[in-house]
Structures are given as structure tokens and as C-alpha cells.
């Protein structure tokens, strides 16, 4: 394991590691600063998002225990850019007396959609009918029950999209079971296909002895399996479904134990109610809005909520923030200029790059505007999103 020069703090200030080296790590180097705490990544290379912007760096793997045991020791506390690191490697650097928040007994609610299926329902938790399927005949009789289409999900593994199916019947659904492999320990959910009005995420920060606060609900929205806005608040969420989301979404929290960032993500049904989809124990992309257009961001409230500081303001303050991400297009270069072209166009408009290399559909920054006409917020946001992407030229 190797490392680019060792972070160094004042004098009774903390060291937080953080496991992974993607565009999530990299947005926690800003608050850190402005913290005054040190800040350490496990990366795999120089060339990763996070290791551009942190000082300190080690190289090394999530999956290795020996890499784990050295990038923790100096840091005070560890968290994660990810949640890939296996639930055995995590018991023992708990076991060996290493802080880790959230900690593993947590963090598998995030890893296992069935573990987290089961703990949800446990505590009252609204959420889609669901199915653990072990043998592919229980989807006869789960399908009859809950209706075709089903989404059918690995348990472990998927993400942004991925290990997610919606089949239309049983036929298809067994043989994407017969031609699919599971990754190692995962199994198959089976859950109903819900009929929503919007997908909404709730993002709680929740330190380690139980202060929480709660962000406003915002809407998402999904372009094959990728977040590509994020509009907050919630457009036509009523007050009362506001706060049974955030209500909702402090519950997960206090029954899972997490400690840091939670999101929670949800459907709201056309009936009304609100259900529980997807966790994330970490800062998140629904969240990204919050560095401009909350009074403190969701990267400080990660960071105060890991070394158990006070919480911070996690209010608004404008009427609506809309995020865009800038995925990569076709073409390779070019963005530097496109951003300034968009900041020429666009004073008000703030622009975050991850430093990573172009490919079609990754994600490679986003743009946030804030003000209080959220028709010309969402017309401002997409064209920069879209110029930046190449598919707007003018």
C-alpha cells in the first residue's frame, strides 16, 4: 500500500478515512477543510476522483484485510465512499477496536436487499410487497398474489440499475433466473411493481448518540437506472407526505443504528402513500443539491455525524434546488470549454466535475441551480447538463 503525503492536522483535531476513492469521497475534502479534520482515502489508483483532491492517499483494496488494517491505523474513525467492503472484514476491524460508522451490523442492511426487506418490514416500515424466491416455483404463487409485472432484484451487488428486472410473467422470469448468476451470498427478490406518482428520496444525517436531522424531500428521477435530476422539495408533495417520509426515514435510521448520511428511497404511490425502495448509508447522489442549496450540505453533515459533532442546518435556503448530472456522451474532450461557455451563459449556475475520464453514460459532474421559479430552474439546469454533454451545442 502506498500513499501521497500523510494528512496533517492541528493538534487534537481528528483523522477520518474513508474507504473507496469515487466522486463522493472527493466532495467530503471541502467540508473537511472547512472542519479543520484530515481526511484519508482508500483509493485503487491515483487516477480515481477522490485521490486527485485528497492529500492523503493510500492505495489498496476494500476487499483486502490486510490493506483495511493498515489504512485504518492513525485514522480516527472510517466511513465509506461505497458499501462493498464484505460484512466479515468489517467485524473484524470492529472486533479489533477500529470505529466504523455506520457500522457493519447497519451497513448490510444497505448491501442485502432481503436482510433490508426483512428489518424494514420488522419495524413497521412501509414498504412493496416483496418475496425472498430460493426456488423459481414461489413466483407462481407470489405473482399471483401481488400481480404481473414483477421486479425481480439480486440481493447483493446490483446498483444504478443494475441486478434489477421488471418481468412481465412466469415464463420470462425463470428463465432470467435459469440464465442469470448470482454474485456470491446473494439471492432473488421478488417484489410488486408499484403503480407511483413520483420517486422521492429522504436523506436523514443520524450521529452516534441519536441526534438526527432531516433534509427536505426531494424528487428523483431515473434515466435507465441512473439518477439524472434531483428537484427539492418534492414537487405537489403535501405536507402530510413530507413528513411521513421523513418520519419514515428517521425510523430506518434509528432501528438500523446508522450513523451518517441515510437515504432513503421511495415511491409515492398514486394512492397516496408512501413506500420504502432502496437504502443507502452514505452521501448520495438525491443529496448532491444540498452543497448549494442547503445550509449545510449532506458531505458536513456526514462528516460532523461520524465524529459525533453537533449536527448542522439541514434547511433550504431557496424555494427550490434542482440538480442535473452530467453523464458522458460521444466525445472525449471538449468539456473544459463547454463549462466555460456554460458559466459565461449562466453566472448563477454551479458546476461540480469528478475528474474522470469520458465514457458514454458516466457520471461525470453536476449542475445545481437555486431560486424560486422552478420552471426556469429546470430549463437552466438541463441546458448546461446537455451542453456539457454534447448534446446541446448552443
Known sequence: MTSSVDAH???????????GGGQLARMLQQPAIALGVGLRVLATSMQESAAQAVRDVRLGNHDDLDDLRRFAAG???ITFDHEHVPPLLLKTLEDEGVAVRPGGRALV????????????????VPCPRWAAIDEVEQLEAFGAEAGWPLVLK????????????VVGSYAEASALIAST?????????AEEKVDFVQELSAQVARSPHGQAVAYPVVRTVQTNGICTEVVAPAPGLTDDEAVAAQQAALTVAKALEVVGMLAVEMFETRDGRVLVNELAMRPHNSGHWSIDGAVTSQFENHLRAVLDLPLGDPS?????????NVLGGDKEDGLYRAYLHC???DPGL???MYGKDVRPGRKLGHVTVVGDDLDDLLGRAHHAAGYLTGVIDE
Open 9 to 19: 492536522v492541528a493538534p487534537g483535531f481528528p483523522v477520518v478515512g474513508v474507504i
Open 350 to 352: 454551479k458546476i461540480h
Open 343 to 345: 458559466m459565461a451563459r
Open 181 to 189: 448468476a448470482l454474485n456470491p451470498g446473494a439471492r432473488w427478490l
Open 316 to 324: 433550504a435556503i431557496a424555494p427550490y434546488a434542482v440538480m442535473v
Open 75 to 77: 485514522c480516527d474513525v
Open 109 to 124: 442492511h444497505a448491501q442485502d436487499k432481503i436482510i433490508m426487506r426483512e428489518a424494514l418490514t420488522a419495524a413497521g
Open 154 to 165: 439480486t440481493s447483493r451487488g446490483g446498483y444504478d440499475g443494475r441486478g434489477v428486472w
